[in-house]
């Protein structure tokens, strides 16, 4: 006796591995979705803490603005019609100033119309010292980021005082600039000079997707700028990088 030939739909024969390549597509997806979003943060909070470090170092240094402990405060002040101990505050917009220094500009670039002008020289020692940090052994500063993973001589973890911005950040660092910029702290004629606020501003920090490029469309993302700023010593007192 023959047995009647099966239906198409009700052979049951496969079903599961049809399933099994339905689900598989979304469960890659989700999986390579977990690991781009892991390392974005990891990569997103590393730079964090790097600017953190670096502007506190900045802030600690002469300036990466070559020229700003050399501007004539005391002329200024007379021009701008204050008197000792005046705060500065009220002398308007004559003394401020905000200067932008990068390696892709080469120098430090006054983004306000003030008594100071337009650009200052670059102090490459500084900027290598916030960007690449100290060799662990001789205590100099490097010229170019450091090999991942190395530790100084004597093992453990380095102090922050002598790591640089790229020792956390691996990505392109002349989209990164150390601002100064005067916003009225102190008071007029003070001894050591007004007191700066130092930032360190990642301008473009690009993420690049390893798994969902195709899927956004684009192959890196850019979240915005990434910044610490803080308070300088008076740049009178700032040392110079070793």
Request: charged share 15%; proline share 5%; glycine share 10%.
């Amino acid at each position: 006796m023959k047995r009647a030939p099966r239906s198409f739909w009700t052979d049951r024969r496969g079903v599961t591995m049809v399933e099994f390549a339905m689900v598989m597509g979304l469960v890659a997806l989700l999986f390579g979705a977990i690991m781009d979003f892991g390392l974005f943060m990891y990569r997103y909070v590393s730079a964090q803490r790097g600017v953190q470090v670096a502007a506190r170092n900045a802030s600690l240094l002469a300036p990466v603005a070559a020229d700003l402990r050399n501007l004539d405060w005391p002329s200024a002040y007379a021009a701008a019609g204050l008197n000792a101990g005046d705060p500065l505050l009220s002398s308007g917009a004559a003394l401020y100033y905000d200067y932008h220094c990068s390696l892709a500009n080469g120098s430090c670039l006054n983004d306000v119309a003030s008594t100071f002008g337009g650009s200052l020289a670059l102090d490459t020692a500084s900027l290598n010292r916030i960007l690449y940090g100290l060799d662990f052994s001789t205590k100099q500063v490097n010229s170019a980021c450091r090999a991942s993973g190395s530790v100084g001589s004597s093992g453990g973890s380095p102090p922050p005082d002598e790591l640089g911005l790229c020792d956390f950040y691996k990505g392109d660092l002349t989209t990164v600039e150390v601002r100064y910029t005067f916003d009225g702290a102190g008071y007029a004629y003070r001894p050591d000079g007004p007191i700066p606020r130092v930032s360190v501003v990642i301008t473009q920090f690009q993420n690049k997707w390893i798994f969902l490029g195709g899927f956004f469309g684009s192959a890196s993302i850019s979240p915005g700028p990434i910044a610490s700023s803080m308070s300088a010593q008076a740049i009178s007192t700032l040392a110079s990088a070793p």
